[in-house]
T-cell receptor, first 115, second 111 residues
Framework: ETGVTQSPTHLIKTRGQQVTLRCSSQ?????VSWYQQALGQGPQFIFQ???????GRGNFPPRFSGLQFPNYSSELNVNALELDDSALYLC??????????????FGPGTRLTVL | GNSVTQMEGPVTLSEEAFLTINCTYT??????LFWYVQYPGEGLQLLLK?????DKGSNKGFEATYRKETTSFHLEKGSVQVSDSAVYFCALRSGGQNFVFGPGTRLSVLP
């Protein structure tokens, strides 16, 4: 069973640029969630995808967008980067969408630095 | 809305000391409660969870009991090791909504 993988590991961009982060979910998992973890803080929910459709969104502007593919891998896209977007971006996969007891399995994250 | 509050760190202990990290929550309905651990440079790993009142989650010597009456889920370990040094996050999930995490508590264990 393969775990959640993310790429790239680190990324440096400048303000105003666009970035795409990628995530491969754990084998058999059909739900992917993305989180932003600023330095010294807990992860903040960005959005979730279930079977290629957005299924819930946190308090993030529309310039944060995503995709999920038929193989359940996912992308997070951020347009018009701002300095405050610098953070660790975490992807988590799970097996079910709505059950209150399922567990999310996290990838190692992508560290994005915006200069 | 749902929220999680954790004791502020950093917490510094000597090896073999007793650990408690406090966690309290506010949630509608009956949330599931989780502790995740984040080692330096890594993502989050599930440490333990509890899905209903009075359940005790346990793993690797860590324990936490779901206390509905005090809305708490405190993490404990009887004897910490240097390898337990990490950041610990308390989290909840309620009504099929997504995870809400606390701010994290950094633990440093000295030899």
């Amino acid at each position: 069973e393969t775990g959640v993988t993310q790429s790239p590991t680190h990324l440096i961009k400048t303000r105003g640029q666009q970035v795409t982060l990628r995530c491969s979910s754990q084998s058999g998992h059909n739900t992917v969630s993305w989180y932003q973890q600023a330095l010294g803080q807990g992860p903040q929910f960005i959005f979730q995808y279930y079977r290629e459709e957005e299924n819930g969104r946190g308090n993030f502007p529309p310039r944060f967008s995503g995709l999920q593919f038929p193989n359940y891998s996912s992308e997070l896209n951020v347009n018009a980067l701002e300095l405050d977007d610098s953070a660790l971006y975490l992807c988590a996969s799970s097996l079910t969408r709505g059950a209150g007891t399922d567990t999310q399995y996290f990838g190692p994250g992508t560290r994005l630095t915006v200069l | 809305g749902n929220s999680v509050t954790q004791m502020e760190g950093p917490v510094t202990l000597s090896e073999e000391a007793f650990l408690t990290i406090n966690c309290t929550y506010t949630a509608t309905g009956y949330p599931s409660l989780f502790w995740y651990v984040q080692y330096p440079g890594e993502g989050l790993q599930l440490l333990l969870k509890a899905t209903k009142a009075d359940d005790k989650g346990s793993n690797k010597g860590f324990e936490a009991t779901y206390r509905k009456e005090t809305t708490s889920f405190h993490l404990e370990k009887g004897s910490v090791q240097v390898s337990d040094s990490a950041v610990y996050f308390c989290a909840l999930r309620s009504g099929g909504q997504n995870f809400v995490f606390g701010p994290g508590t950094r633990l440093s264990v000295l030899p």
